[in-house]
């Protein structure tokens, strides 16, 4: 805040001249010299960058051992950082904190990489993922604070889990059995049981924040895995033959789901977490759902609809105004498809793209309209 505003409130008459010097004194003291952090990041990333460029030009004259040994150094080094510093660091700056600890995660990840160059030697791409989830989440965990580490939590999980169901669909297993589809159909789903965790933590944790975003990062995948099982759904995909469109596949993932809202309901009772449990609830019964009606345009588009209704009334209840008016788009969005697929033929004449294009601004100027009409006048913390 600038001392020119401050002035002009004062002017203004919103605040007395007594809060205005105790703003004033307060911006002075906790004043973030911008420029100079600025000189000092452009110093770092020129040191930085010039030290990738040494290494770069004398990458093969490097033994492998060695390069191996001095990555090894630099995560070992960040972790006795971390673990050595971590409240002096806090207590100064909490991004300070953030940064080391993300970028030892990354050092970790890129590792496994550089360890498959020195032995050339290949593997599925889940399994270091994997590993590298196993060994650094629960650094990510102990000591993330906001979007970066919840980011690379969930993100990993998702990554590790479609590379295992990517890997596993193309192997040449014959008849996979029941058993098996539905053990990746849980698999599919399984990076949304975070949510929970999310949820648990955030009242019982002294970084409510860094869970925060845990559990709506898990819940922004749970709504867009079922908004895929409805499309897949208008598509025909369910009734093509193949592992992940097994039947039990999908009964489990939305079990999974499902079972994961209640759970989330109990674990957070307040209005905020029974609309997030509420939606994951949602999101998997319409997985559940999305095979009933495959290949069937209109069912299926309304079970979109309906999914994101829900969403839409979630929303209302818990005053997410953003969430509000992302529901409402995604209803005309997938409104206006649906005229598109019951009435292609419109398409191929001017008179009928004349009237496909009343149609999306009519249904536009409708979403506009409901958004603005009955979205949450302001948006609470999810």
């Known amino acids: 805040m600038s ?7 004062h002017d203004a008459g919103l605040i007395d001249a007594a809060t205005r010097d105790r703003l004033t004194a307060y911006e002075a003291a906790h004043a973030r010299p911008l420029l100079l952090w600025a000189v000092w990041g452009i110093g770092a990333l020129a040191i930085g960058l010039g030290f990738v460029s040494v290494v ?38 909490p ?33 270091p993922l994997a590993v590298w989830l196993a060994l650094f989440a629960p650094l990510l965990l102990l ?10 939590v969930v993100g990993g999980a998702v990554w590790t889990a479609w590379e295992y169901l990517t890997f596993m669909t193309d192997y040449p297993f014959g008849d996979p059995g029941a058993a098996w589809t539905a053990w990746l159909g849980c698999v599919s789903t399984l990076p949304v049981v975070l949510a929970l965790a999310g949820g648990w933590m955030r009242a019982r944790s002294p970084r ?13 995948y749970a709504v867009p895995l079922a908004s895929a099982a409805c499309a897949y759904a208008s ?35 307040g209005t905020s977490g029974r609309m997030a449990g509420a939606i994951i609830a949602g999101a998997g019964l319409a997985i559940l759902l999305a095979p009933t009606v495959d290949d069937l345009d209109v069912p299926a588009a309304l079970l979109f ?10 929303a209302l209840v818990a005053s997410w105004r953003g969430v509000f008016q992302l529901a409402v788009a995604a209803i005309a969005l997938r409104l206006i498809i649906l005229s598109f697929e019951l009435a292609a033929d419109l398409l191929t004449s001017g008179f009928g793209l004349i009237l496909s294009g009343v ?6 100027w409708v979403a506009v309209r409901v958004s603005k009409r009955f979205a949450p006048p302001s948006e609470a913390e999810a």
Do not use: C
Not at 3 to 9: G, H, N, S
Not at 143 to 152: C, K, Q
Not at 309 to 314: F, K, P, R
Not at 359 to 364: E, G, P, R, S, T
């Open 235 to 269: 598509l025909g995909v369910f009734g093509n033959e193949g592992v992940l469109e097994d039947s039990m596949a999908t009964l489990a993932s939305g079990a999974v789901a499902v079972l994961t809202g209640l759970a989330l309901m109990a674990a957070r009772p």
């Open 359 to 364: 149609m999306i601004l009519a249904v536009a």
């Open 3 to 9: 001392a020119r505003k401050i002035a002009e409130w």
């Open 95 to 127: 991004w300070a904190v953030e940064a080391l600890v993300f970028i030892t995660a990354a050092l970790g990840l890129t590792f496994f990489g550089h360890l498959g160059q020195v032995y050339q030697t290949s593997s599925p791409l889940w399994q």
């Open 56 to 93: 770069a030009a004398n990458w093969e004259d490097i033994p492998g051992l060695v390069r191996l040994a001095v990555h090894l150094a630099l995560i070992a080094g960040l972790l006795g950082l971390v673990f050595a510093r971590e409240d002096r660091l806090a207590a100064k700056s």
């Open 208 to 220: 409510p924040d860094f869970w925060r975003r845990m559990e709506q990062l898990a819940l922004a």
């Open 143 to 152: 000591t993330g604070r906001s979007w970066p580490s919840a980011l690379a």
């Open 305 to 314: 609809m309906v999914l994101w209704a829900g969403i839409a009334a979630a």
